[in-house]
């Protein structure tokens, strides 16, 4: 999978970095060319009970700033779509459902791409060795994970 200048993550990879908290990808459906950059994030000073990590949506075209919240993973793992400005049923929302319903399967569906930003999906920082490019953390983070 792994080509020259690639950011496509390893299928076996994927749920390890989002959950890393603080990943940005683009899922992109090899068949139509349809795709979408999310970002989760997991909240600072987090409290007992609150949401694991939060997941929006690219919704503009500002790369840095203009995501949407679109919901939540739970600490027991689940995707709950949350009440923001994007609906349950926008395509992006039940998209990255999927996606996380079939985060362990995703080798199964070869049409799938998971790409990352060429940054650490835990710390954020650039990676720089070769092997966490198909990872998507880097050499110390991935240890911590």
């Known amino acids: 999978m792994a080509r020259i200048g690639s950011h496509a993550l ?3 990879s994927v749920r390890t970095f989002i959950e890393g908290g603080a990943a940005t990808f683009t899922v992109r459906n090899a068949r139509t060319d349809g795709r979408y950059t999310y970002r989760v994030k997991r909240p600072k000073g987090e409290k007992k009970g609150a949401a694991a990590l939060f ?3 690219l ?11 679109i919901g939540f993973i739970t600490d027991a793992g689940e995707f709950v779509p949350g009440k923001g400005p994007i609906p349950r ?29 060429g940054a650490c999906g835990r710390c954020g920082r ?16 991935a240890q911590r994970v």
């Open 126 to 141: 650039p990676l720089t060795v070769p092997e966490s490019i198909t990872t998507g953390l880097g050499p110390v983070c």
């Open 59 to 69: 919704n503009g075209s500002n790369n840095e700033k203009d995501y949407a919240y």
């Open 55 to 57: 997941v929006s949506v």
């Open 10 to 12: 390893a299928a076996a």
């Open 89 to 117: 049923t926008a395509v992006s929302v039940r998209g990255f459902a999927w996606v996380w319903s079939h985060v362990d399967r995703l080798a199964e569906f070869p049409n799938v791409e998971v790409h990352h930003i």
